[in-house]
Every structure is written in C-alpha cells, then in structure tokens.
C-alpha cells in the first residue's frame, strides 16, 4: 500500500508546471512519492492538457498517496505565467517550490528546499540534463531506484549531457556546499527548481503574464531581487532531473519582447548588468496575480 503522505495544512507545497506530457509528469510524481520528506502537497499547474493528463493525476494520486491537486486553464497558446499565478495562489503552503511536471527530484529535494528556507531569500536549484536517447530507459523502477542521479548508470547509458553537471550528484552535503559556493554560475530563479516564501511571491504579484518562452521565469527572480529578496545558490544541492527534448514552440520574437521586459525589470540594460546594484527596477508587475497597480499604492 503506497504511503499516506500528510492531508493537513502543509508548510510546503510543490508547484509543477504541465502541458499534454503525461507520462513524463508520471515518472515526476513517482520521485515525489519517495521523498525523505513528506509532509506536503503538489500543485499541478495545467497549462490546458486534454483529459489523458487528468486521468493520469487521478492514478497517480492514489497510487502513490501523494495529497495532489490540479490547476487547469482552458489550452489558449503558452499561458504558462497565468496558469502559475493560479496555483501560487491556490497553494496552501507557507513555502513554495517550483518546478517543472518533467523534471525529476532527487530524493532529499524537499527536503533540502526546506531546510534551505530562510527569510529575505528564495534558492535557486540545479538541474542534470540529460540525452533524449535515456529517456526510454527511465522508468517507474528507476525513478525509485534513484537511477537517473547515479553516475556510473548514467555513464553506462551516456546519458550525461554536460559533463559538468556529473558535480550536481554529488551527495557529499559539505562538498555540495563548496561547490554552490565556488561556482561561477549566477543564482537566478530557475522555472525548472526554485522556491520560495509565499508571502514574498504575493508580494511582487507573481509572474508576470506578458512573458512567454523562453526564460520567461527569470524575470520574477529579478522583480524578487528589486524587493530585496536575495538568490540562495544551491545547483548542487537542490537537485532535479530532465531529459532533453526539442522546442518547437521557440519564437524569437517573443523572445526580443522577453529581453525588453527583463531590461525595464531590471532598470539597465543587460550589457550593463554590471550597475544593476546601483540601480533598481520595479518589483511589482501590473500583469501578474492582480492586474494593475498595488493596492496598497506602493
């Protein structure tokens, strides 16, 4: 019988984002259902999937005894934004962690976003990407077996596609720790592992709707950043796992408008990213939970 995993008002909820990929928000849930931590609940946040992916929650939901709901918006183009806002809201923990229905967690991910908690922060994960050829292999027993975060069964199937990402298995905590410290790599939130306070998201109004793909998560972490909410490096401790696919939803206008939100976001242009400390931008969106300005007049 599959554990029965806390019904109460959780202090965290998972956050995962979904669109017509049914089983690989399947194979995500499993690694869910074998966390060191239990004591939460997963908010699917449904950008418009036919009925095959709500059928697959309902299984999922009782074979693995995990405490799920689903957010689902009427499938209208990439709302990916909108659909997020509706589950941060809907959300009934104190903290949140945000991924994606197709990355897998490794099994302390909660419980290193929890654990990595801290006011005036939110953490920004790691994730292992992997060649699309792995992805036939990657099952329900492997997904238990902890297999996609094992190196040598990684290697064996050349799975690896960066060879630095071999860093992000590291188990060792006080290695880990070395390495978020020494890399160069910027702490930003990423759509795929990231978390943070609630109240913090509520508070710069979520995402903003206007942003499609690509990037379109990296904005709410510089509106964050504006309201003096500081990005918690933890690519190699807050770990997830995807398997590469293509993107034919790429549109490079919508990217050049992306680029331009970002800039007004973070009140200097990207080349001059080096002043961003001097200069801030706005941290509440217009086009976010609560469409206009703050109520508050802030």
Not at 264 to 284: A, I, N
């Amino acid at each position: 019988m599959a554990h029965r995993f806390l019904r109460s008002a959780p202090g965290l909820s998972i956050v995962l984002s979904t669109y017509n990929a049914p089983d690989e928000l399947e194979l995500t849930l499993w690694g869910y259902s074998v966390q060191t931590r239990r004591d939460f609940e997963v908010v699917i946040a449904d950008d418009g999937s036919g009925p095959e992916t709500r059928d697959r929650i309902e299984h999922m939901r009782e074979s693995t005894g995990l405490s799920i709901s689903h957010v689902w918006q009427e499938d209208d183009g990439f709302r990916k934004c909108r659909i997020l806002n509706r589950a941060i809201v809907e959300a009934r923990g104190d903290y949140l962690v945000l991924s994606d229905g197709d990355c897998i967690p490794r099994d302390d991910f909660v419980a290193t976003h929890a654990a990595l908690a801290k006011r005036g922060h939110f953490v920004s994960g790691g994730r292992v990407r992997l060649a699309s050829d792995v992805g036939a292999a990657i099952d329900r027993e492997a997904v238990l077996a902890g297999s996609p975060f094992e190196e040598a069964w990684l290697r064996e199937r050349q799975a690896i596609v960066r060879g630095r990402d071999c860093h992000k298995l590291e188990r060792s905590r006080r290695r880990a720790v070395w390495l978020d410290r020494l890399t160069t790599t910027r702490a930003t939130w990423n759509g795929h592992n990231a978390s943070a306070w609630k109240s913090d998201l509520l508070a710069v109004n979520g995402f903003d709707e206007r942003m499609t793909y690509p990037v379109e998560d990296r904005e709410l972490g510089e509106r964050l950043r504006n309201a003096g909410i500081r990005p918690l490096q933890a690519r190699h401790r807050a770990v997830c796992a995807h398997v590469e696919h293509a993107r034919p939803w790429l549109d490079r206008e919508a990217q050049a408008r992306n680029a331009q939100l970002r800039a007004e976001t973070r009140g200097v242009p990207r080349w001059l990213r080096f002043f961003e400390g001097l200069v801030r931008g706005p941290h509440w969106t217009k086009h976010g939970i609560h469409k206009g300005p703050r109520p508050d007049g802030g």
